[in-house]
């Protein structure tokens, strides 16, 4: 099958589309026959390289998978050869406490498809049974390819770890990017007034049209003297940093006394600095969060199916254009997700 691999990091040249060997399922997996893949920052990374981290190269990309079931393990109940399925990104051994708890990230086996095993950038890919979910029928392939990382990492940073409440304020940076215009659509759901920055008009018009209240151009303004000001100087209940060192000092000074502030990642960077005396004396709150469980995937879903979340498609390119995502995607020229057709 064709396939896009990284055997050795590097940029984007060091993508490599060839053809490799079909996928072998375990006892416990299907095959499905990708028809889009949605790319991620994680992409980036894991072409990249990350100091003291090793990923198991050589490695398909690709985390976000839409397509139809091509093979079944025996045995699997409710599922036929050519439903049209999504893929929720997130592996673990099901059986410890944290998964039966729900918090599959914390499982000691915890893993990303197209990081710590293949992914979806083929034509095939090998998936647990468990992390199948009915793609939606009003959306495409490409749609659906769209929601499962991105949502879901959203999703457990403002339920899970955040504990939104109706009425907070939460600041989303980046709102029109992946993670960023999922954060916005489920703050709105919770009932939350919703502040995001944005590094164009056009992407801060894309997180308006997502449902939030302001938009700030963090090129042209200090984005934590404009929290301040708009919200007279009390500041918000909830930050969702992604962006790393760039933005964590402001994020930090945004926060009202008793918020909190939720990181996924650090596009910018992972070292920053920290004013002890502010953190315990506004009693603020600093949490860690990755993904989240195959339960909320299934609740994360159910919002789709019932058009409560939309994904947001800045771009539709063939796999064989990869190198070329991977560029958008570094460039932040992307206002939505960069997703690559398949089959």
Not at 39 to 47: K, Q, S, T
Not at 127 to 154: G, H, Q, Y
Not at 204 to 227: P, Q, W
Not at 314 to 329: C, F, K, T, Y
Request: proline letters at 5%.
């Amino acid at each position: 099958m064709k396939a896009a691999i990284v055997r050795a990091h590097g940029g984007p040249e060091a993508i490599e589309i060839t053809e490799v060997d079909a996928p072998r399922p375990g006892p416990f997996d299907a095959v499905v026959r990708v028809r889009a893949v949605a790319l991620n920052h994680l992409d980036i990374w894991v072409r990249r390289g990350v100091p003291g981290h090793k990923f198991p190269l050589p490695i398909i990309l690709g985390s976000e998978i839409a397509g139809t079931i091509e093979h079944l393990p025996a045995g699997a109940v409710g599922w036929s050869v050519g439903d049209e399925v999504v893929v929720a990104p997130g592996t673990s051994c099901g059986s410890c406490i944290p998964c039966l708890s729900g918090w599959d990230p914390l499982c000691r086996d915890y893993g990303i498809l197209g990081e710590s095993q293949d992914g979806g950038a083929a034509e095939l890919a090998a998936v647990p049974l468990r992390n199948l979910m009915r793609k939606p029928a009003a959306l495409t392939f490409t749609e659906a390819a769209s929601i499962p990382l991105d949502f879901l990492t959203a999703w457990h940073m403002l339920v899970a770890r955040a504990q939104l409440k109706p009425g907070e304020t939460v600041l989303v940076h980046a709102g029109a990017s992946g993670v960023g215009s999922a954060a916005i659509q489920i703050s709105k759901l919770w009932g939350a007034h919703v502040i995001a920055t944005a590094g164009s008009q056009a992407k801060a018009d894309r997180s308006l049209a997502l449902g939030a209240d302001r938009t700030i151009l963090y090129r042209d303004t200090d984005f934590a003297k404009a929290i301040r000001e708009i919200t007279g100087k009390r500041g918000v209940d909830v930050v969702i940093e992604h962006v790393g060192r760039d933005t964590w000092e402001g994020s930090v000074r945004s926060l009202a006394r008793g918020g909190r502030l939720v990181t996924c990642g650090a596009t910018t960077g992972h070292e920053v600095t920290l004013n002890l005396r502010v953190l315990f004396a506004k009693g603020l709150s600093l949490l860690g969060s990755t993904m989240g469980s195959l339960a909320e995937m299934h609740e994360i879903m159910r919002h789709v199916e019932a058009g409560r979340f939309r994904p947001v498609v800045d771009r539709v390119l063939p796999l064989d254009q990869i190198g070329e995502a991977h560029r958008v995607l570094e460039a932040r020229e992307a206002a939505g997700k960069v997703v690559l057709e398949v089959g």
